[in-house]
T-cell receptor, first 115, second 111 residues
Framework: EAGVTQFPSHSVIEKGQTVTLRCDPI?????LYWYRRVMGKEIKFLLH????????ESGMPNNRFLAERTGGTYSTLKVQPAELEDSGVYFC?????????????FGAGSRLTVL | GQNIDQPTEMTATEGAIVQINCTYQ??????LFWYQQHAGEAPTFLSY????GLEEKGRFSSFLSRSKGYSYLLLKELQMKDSASYLC????????????FGTGTKLQVIP
């Protein structure tokens, strides 16, 4: 089966511009998470969808970040306007729903560089 | 909230055994994961512990003590390809079951 797909793999933009990152989950994975890793720091939780519903967005840094998952399939994360501190690698991870290990499967990440 | 601590870096010799420790503090616990991440790649799942004790999977083993808020990942017969970051992650109990990651331990395997 296809894994978690993210694109773009790398985006370089200038401060003040807008960027939209996309994540295509594994088919049937209702849980979708966005994480961010800034250089030298931990992978930090941003938010969690179950299907199209936002379950927890406590990790979203501020209102410049907007995540959507219309129809409960792919998700987008938009940063508008981008700031220098938004640079990092944005990971998407998905998981099946239900009891058990509920292992997260990660995408390869989208590296964002804001100049 | 969660607080997860692991060493930043470790170095070990090819063929040897290395233990990577992780301590955590959480308001509600529902499992601990270990992930491996090679530079520039996605984290990949290694192990999951929810009950106390040792889980063995080939060259890798993971141990959990819930009362101590402690886990370790044991890598045996180290190979050069094991050079990577090892991420400890804790899942909260409750409705959201958020998974929180530590900063990761960068392991360098030397000849």
């Amino acid at each position: 089966e296809a894994g978690v797909t993210q694109f773009p793999s790398h985006s370089v933009i200038e401060k003040g511009q807008t960027v939209t990152l996309r994540c295509d989950p594994i088919s049937g994975h209702d849980n979708l998470y966005w994480y961010r890793r800034v250089m030298g720091k931990e992978i930090k939780f941003l938010l969690h969808f179950v299907k199209e519903s936002k379950q927890d967005e406590s990790g979203m840094p501020n209102n410049r970040f907007l995540a959507e998952r219309t129809g409960g399939t792919y998700s987008t994360l938009k940063v508008q306007p981008a700031e220098l501190e938004d640079s990092g690698v944005y990971f998407c991870a998905t998981a099946i729903r239900g009891a058990g290990a509920n292992v997260l499967t990660f995408g390869a990440g989208s590296r964002l560089t804001v100049l | 909230g969660q607080n997860i601590d692991q060493p930043t870096e470790m170095t070990a010799t090819e063929g040897a055994i290395v233990q990577i420790n992780c301590t955590y503090q959480t308001s509600g616990f529902n499992g601990l994961f270990w992930y491996q991440q090679h530079a520039g790649e996605a984290p990949t799942f290694l192990s999951y512990n929810v009950l106390d004790g040792l889980e063995e999977k080939g060259r890798f083993s993971s141990f959990l003590s819930r009362s101590k808020g402690y886990s370790y990942l044991l890598l045996k017969e180290l190979q050069m390809k094991d050079s990577a970051s090892y991420l400890c992650a804790v899942r909260e109990s409750g409705g959201y079951q958020k998974v929180t990651f530590g900063t990761g331990t960068k392991l360098q395997v030397i000849p």
